[in-house]
């Protein structure tokens, strides 16, 4: 089957770091995708691994153990507007010539003064 | 970055009516289209994968007679919530693929409320 696991809800405050894990069983592994969502909004890409190790964008960085089916995302700096829910999701599968996503339940994260 | 469009952005349909939900890549071709659903404070839910010119694939649990998809061209897929009821009330979200790339590009969502 399909699982991936992520904490349900996190809080941290402004200007500290946070770490939000990922944990992934899936059929297939075609590289795993962090999505940031605001409530009501698409979600917009952060991040793709697809090797293990680190990858890092200016405040943002994603690790990947292929391993250990694990990851986690990192932000450092934090900022208010960085509120918002972290997707999850792991490219398996195959579908119209696409790999298909499979998403976590995704982490909401509170920043606070 | 590439866009996706969706309209209606926001929809409130009477139980038992048909809504039409349209997904526009705007500045590239898309083959493929993918449908999501997401109930509150839950994950994206994949529905289908529709395909330009051929049939949609449907996950399992997906009823493709409710739920038609069409993709005409390669930049217009339709969901199409058939005789829809309180239930189906959600956040509908598509997304595309650019060829060659790794990303999936999200439309902004579709808001559906049955009354």
């Known amino acids: 089957g399909q699982n991936i696991d992520q904490p349900t809800e996190m809080t941290a405050t402004e200007g500290a770091i946070v770490q939000i894990n990922c944990t992934y069983q899936?059929?297939?592994?075609?590289?795993l995708f962090w999505y940031q969502q605001h409530a009501g909004e698409a979600p917009t890409f952060l991040s793709y691994?697809?090797?293990?190790g680190l990858e890092e964008k200016g405040r943002f960085s994603s690790f990947l153990s292929r391993s250990k089916g694990y990851s986690y995302l990192l932000l450092k700096e934090l900022q208010m507007k960085d509120s918002a829910s972290y997707l999850c999701?792991?490219?398996?599968?195959?579908?119209?010539?696409?790999?298909?996503?499979?998403f976590g339940a995704g982490t909401r994260l509170a920043v606070h003064p | 970055g590439a866009v996706v469009s969706q309209h209606p952005s926001r929809v409130i349909c009477k139980s038992g009516t048909s809504v039409k939900i349209e997904c526009r890549s705007l500045?590239?071709?898309?083959?493929?289209m993918f449908w999501y659903r997401q109930f509150p404070k839950q994950s994206l839910m994949l529905m289908a994968t529709s395909n330009e010119g051929s049939k949609a694939t449907y996950e399992q649990g997906v009823e493709k007679d409710k739920f038609l998809i069409n993709h005409a061209s390669l930049t217009l897929s339709t969901l199409t919530v058939t005789s829809a009821h309180p239930e189906d009330s959600s956040f509908y979200i598509c997304?595309?693929?650019?060829?060659?790339?790794?990303?999936?590009?999200f439309g902004p969502g579709t808001r559906l409320t049955v009354l």
């Open positions: 899936t059929s297939g592994f075609n590289g």
């Open positions: 997304s595309a693929p650019r060829r060659g790339g790794n990303e999936q590009f």
């Open positions: 500045d590239f071709q898309a083959t493929t």
């Open positions: 691994n697809v090797l293990d």
């Open positions: 999701a792991v490219r398996s599968g195959f579908s119209g010539g696409y790999n298909k996503l499979i």
